[in-house]
């Protein structure tokens, strides 16, 4: 018998214990160097310190909740994606993971390109100085005004998501009288290992053309006919969150068959493939994600086999991380507001944030860790669940952690991980207000996106 969805939503009952949360770490005041920002220690008093500053301090100065980002740790996962794939290839940060100005301008100094999906995410890089020849433009829905917009600005390459786009980007590159460079982003039919909403390359989404039944074959037909397009390659993302290179493997081998057809028909060999993003992050201490150098030569390796067997010349290599750039950089800095022990089961512990600041616990059943980070403590473990303070049973941060048994109202927790997605799809849910983006450097901290205060609320409602 099928089970009656509940009206509050799938997740509203879901607050008992699974019993599949793992025995409490050996030491609660231990900081996983995998899972937290590279400057993240704690100093002599306990109290956890990033880029020189303690987290008492920041939480004084600019409140909570926060998300702290290391901007050394940024520059230094920037600038090993980029030595990791050297100069033969491109490396294009992935803007939706996090974009704010001040990240445009570090990715520009440490030499990366900008993967935009949005008229905002364009707006934003070219506000900050991005050369528009380094932006890639992305999205399943792309309006008019966008596309003429990218294409106005002078954008590197377009990222053609359907027969309809072909014919749209086309025609607006004519009206403009130039010619745009584009790829063609297609489905190859492989199931990432990460959660059905952002697996992106089987066939039942919205993403790209699909290779099956010949329809990739010909949008690539239809590229090659109009004049106002250079088609330049082929474009394939599988998902996010993996960490298993099999499937990249599969799925180069079907996007350079397909190149091998396009050059067995058009006698044209397109110069450049692009094999996405997705690459996993260390969320708790059970995962393992690769290093930047180690997937450049695993990938490296995958299109030059693939290619030799097909007798091809290869193509330039594109990839786009974002969430291997920027999630392990930052943590979400929250004040414990309530303390609730429910015998038997676990205590829930509530922050002054929640889903409005994070949202891919409820969304993607997303995993975190959290610690206690402004005092060390050497009380018991206790079976905690972190919720935040919004009107939903769903709202909860960190699903099963432990934190210590004297955890109590005004200590400061810290969930890490959370640079990714997290201020990206941040809401104004029960109206509550999203939390600033501080950058923390070298015992300096700057504001580079501002916390929202009630004028910008109702500076919108028009009443």
Not at 66 to 89: C, K, L, N, S
Request: charged share 25%; hydrophobic share 40%; with cysteine.
């Amino acid at each position: 018998m099928s089970r009656s969805a509940h009206p509050a939503g799938p997740r509203h009952a879901d607050v008992l214990p699974e019993g599949h949360y793992s025995a409490p770490p050996a030491d609660l005041n231990t900081l996983d160097p995998k899972v937290w920002a590279q400057t993240v220690t704690r100093d002599g008093d306990g109290v956890l310190t990033v880029g020189g500053i303690t987290a008492t301090r920041l939480a004084e100065q600019h409140g909570t909740p926060a998300y702290i980002v290391d901007e050394a740790d940024f520059r230094a996962r920037a600038r090993a994606w980029r030595t990791a794939f050297g100069h033969d290839a491109d490396v294009f940060y992935a803007g939706k993971a996090f974009l704010s100005r001040a990240v445009v301008r570090w990715l520009h100094e440490e030499g990366l390109n900008l993967d935009v999906c949005s008229g905002g995410e364009l707006a934003t890089a070219l506000s900050a100085g991005m050369p528009a020849d380094r932006i890639a433009f992305h999205g399943n829905n792309k309006s008019t005004e966008e596309i003429r917009r990218a294409i106005t600005e002078g954008v590197g390459r377009i990222v053609l998501d359907s027969f309809q786009e072909i014919v749209r980007v086309a025609h607006i590159a004519r009206e403009l009288g130039t010619r745009q460079r584009v790829q063609i982003r297609i489905t190859v039919g492989v199931e990432a290992h990460t959660h059905e909403f952002i697996a992106t390359a089987h066939e039942d989404q919205k993403f790209g053309i699909p290779l099956a039944g010949g329809q990739a074959a010909e949008a690539v037909r239809r590229a090659l006919q109009l004049d106002s397009l250079e088609l330049i390659g082929i474009h394939s993302h599988i998902g996010s969150q993996i960490f298993d290179m099999s499937g990249f493997e599969v799925a180069a081998h079907r996007v350079v068959g397909l190149l091998k057809d396009v050059r067995d028909e058009h006698g044209v060999e397109l110069p450049e493939i692009d094999l996405g993003g997705g690459l996993g992050i260390a969320y708790t201490s059970d995962d393992d994600p690769r290093e930047p150098h180690e997937i450049a030569k695993a990938l490296t390796e995958i299109v030059t086999r693939e290619c030799e067997a097909a007798r091809l010349r290869t193509p330039r290599i594109s990839v786009e991380p974002g969430r291997a750039i920027v999630g392990p950089t930052a943590f979400t800095l929250y004040e414990v507001g309530t303390v609730k022990p429910l015998d038997g089961l676990r205590t829930y512990v509530s922050v002054d944030g929640g889903m409005s600041d994070n949202i891919r616990t409820a969304l993607y059943d997303a995993e975190y860790t959290v610690a206690l980070v402004s005092r060390t403590s050497d009380a018991e473990p206790m079976l905690a669940r972190v919720v935040g303070k919004h009107c939903e049973s769903g709202d909860i941060v960190v699903k099963d952690a432990f934190l210590p048994a004297d955890l109590a109202p005004g200590d400061l927790i810290a969930v890490p991980a959370t640079g990714a997605y997290c201020r990206s799809m941040a809401s104004n849910y029960n109206h509550v207000l999203r939390p600033p983006v501080v950058a923390v450097n070298d015992g300096e901290s700057r504001v580079i996106v501002r916390r929202e205060t009630e004028e910008d609320l109702l500076r919108l409602d028009v009443g």
